[in-house]
């Protein structure tokens, strides 16, 4: 069962201590669930690190970093709006979303719609630290953050268009090391690929939450249309994710092996770990399942970052 706004406001700490008139805002943008905004800074931060100039430029680095987390919220907590405005009827047939803000009367339209041109603006000020090379493949994933609510209207495989969006970041971080939209190795073309494979994979496991709702209220899922197979095509997903992460990395000037060694033993197992303890009928289990996928995508950017230090260290 979803936990309700007033549980939230008194156990999240990024709520807690917030103004009561700010408060439904804060949920709209799901400051109080944190692991889309991981999610999205994860292929961000791999751009960054991906990059050869990254050693040659730590602080540079770390500066990005801070910029492009912040970034990250305010765009997450942007798609969480739009996608609420669209969606505010559905949700308030659905059990888990029918506290949400629009959904239960707490704000307009109108006020989310001001909060997502502010969340917006605001990120858009954040980048402007960041070359503006940048604002290429962030302009480009406006639009995407706008329509992908209406998906699920016309698709079984709205995870696809989210993969898309979602891991858009890895040009932008890799771009702002660079300074150059227009050129990318193959690798991280490979690499982008995988990332969206990945996102197919966990946001599926994340729909099998909703499925019996999503049905009622005719809205499509990559979860409904696997359905009893389910487990299978999510383990292939990853496993196909886990291959294209290997070969990304392996062709990637300045990484060696052991950055794809590491990134394809942990999905791997992971995936190990989902075939044997998920249940795809129990909500708690999909969502633990779904959690795990930040410490999985951190592991494989740490991966990475140890790969490149001992490549250039030794």
Not at 14 to 35: I, M, N, Q, T
Not at 56 to 65: D, E, G, N, S
Not at 261 to 284: K, M, R, W
Request: hydrophobic share 50%; aromatic share 16%; charged share 10%.
């Amino acid at each position: 069962m979803d936990t309700s706004f007033t549980d939230i406001q008194k156990e999240h700490w990024s709520l807690r201590h917030l103004p009561p008139w700010l408060k439904p805002y804060g949920v709209l943008a799901r400051w109080d669930r944190p692991v889309g905004v991981h999610l999205l800074f994860i292929p961000y931060l791999w751009g960054l690190i991906l990059h050869a100039h990254t050693l040659t430029h730590p602080l540079t680095t770390v500066l990005y970093a801070l910029v492009g987390f912040i970034g990250a919220v305010l765009m997450r907590g942007a798609g969480c709006t739009i996608n609420d405005i669209w969606d505010y009827k559905l949700d308030q047939q659905v059990t888990r979303t029918a506290t949400r803000p629009l959904a239960s009367g707490q704000l307009s339209r109108f006020e989310a719609l001001l909060f997502f041109i502010v969340q917006c603006l605001l990120a858009l000020a954040t980048l402007f630290i960041l070359p503006n090379a940048i604002l290429y493949p962030v302009f480009f994933s406006l639009p995407l953050i706008i329509i992908y609510p209406l998906m699920k209207r016309l698709t079984w495989w709205p995870q696809v268009v989210l993969g898309i969006v979602f891991n858009l970041p890895l040009f932008v971080g890799y771009t702002a090391m660079r300074g150059d939209f227009f050129f990318y190795p193959p690798s991280i073309l490979i690499l982008y690929l995988g990332l969206v494979l990945w996102t197919v994979g966990y946001d599926t496991i994340y729909a099998f939450q909703d499925i019996r709702d999503d049905e009622a209220v005719g809205v499509y899922s990559s979860a409904q249309r696997v359905g009893h197979y389910g487990k299978l095509f999510t383990a292939m997903i990853f496993i196909f994710a886990a291959m294209l992460f290997l070969l990304g990395l392996w062709i990637h000037p300045g990484i060696g092996a052991l950055s794809g060694a590491i990134a394809v033993l942990s999905v791997l197992l992971y995936t190990l770990c989902f075939g044997l303890l998920c249940n795809i009928d129990q909500p708690q289990d999909c969502l633990r399942f779904f959690k795990l996928n930040v410490p999985l995508g951190y592991l494989i950017v740490f991966g990475t970052i140890i790969d490149i230090l001992t490549q250039h260290y030794f």
